[in-house]
T-cell receptor, first 114, second 114 residues
């Protein structure tokens, strides 16, 4: 089945710096790759997603890139702010399941210090 | 608008007791998912409901776990004869027909089995 690996597990940056989180997946037929942000005590919040027919997508300070050949995708956060501190999860949807259940990476704890 | 709601937010139960966790999806969302989030295992898919179709139960870890979705809306996840390893945060998500891959999560129910 699909397997999603996420790196790094923790990331500390100074306010204003950029942060990059990388994920790899195993199922070449996967075609949807969302990123979620989870703050303490809350459920995961969808922040950006990308589909397999697009190489890059940007939304203000957040961007996601996808390399289907290498089977990896990355989240880029520019001009980081303390409120960006949270756990970030990447995910992929495998295409051999009846529904569209997400397979998640293990998460990256991002700490932005001011 | 209102997001996915879950109740209770916290549940402490004794080993061997049964528990019921409730999820109210976003109004109009036909797909509903249950996931479990634990420290060692990350976010794991449990079960998926789509409209009136038979649910995809492929993620349920044992026959002590079951779920229902009544009237195509509210869902209840039941865990019978709870064990300590069932302690986790149980998350519910729903998606709209127009964007079936986009999953919106509730705040979760933190289950502690003593």
């Amino acid at each position: 089945g699909e397997n999603v690996e996420q790196h790094p597990s923790t990331l500390s940056v100074q306010e204003g710096d950029s942060a990059v989180i990388k994920c790899t997946y195993s199922d070449s037929a996967s075609n949807y790759f969302p990123w979620y942000k989870q703050e303490l005590g809350k459920g995961p919040q969808l922040i950006i997603d990308i589909r397999s027919n697009v190489g890059e997508k940007k939304d203000q300070r957040i961007a996601v890139t996808l390399n289907k050949t290498a089977k990896h995708f990355s989240l880029h956060i520019t001009e980081t702010q303390p409120e960006d501190s949270a756990v970030y999860f990447c995910a992929a949807i495998p295409t051999n399941q009846a529904g569209t259940a997400l397979i998640f990476g293990k998460g990256t704890t991002l700490s932005v210090s001011s | 608008g209102a997001g996915v709601s879950q109740s209770p937010s916290n549940k402490v139960t004794e080993k061997g007791k049964d528990v019921e966790l409730r999820c109210d999806p976003i109004s109009g969302h036909t797909a509903l998912y249950w996931y479990r989030q634990s420290l060692g295992q990350g976010l794991e898919f449990l079960i998926y409901f789509q409209g009136n179709s038979a649910p995809d139960k492929s993620g349920l870890p044992s026959d002590r776990f079951s779920a229902e979705r009544t009237g195509g809306s509210v869902s209840t996840l039941t865990i019978q004869r709870t064990q300590q390893e069932d302690s986790a945060v149980y998350l519910c998500a729903s998606s709209p027909d127009r964007s079936p891959y986009e999953q919106y999560f509730g705040p979760g129910t933190r289950l502690t089995v003593t």
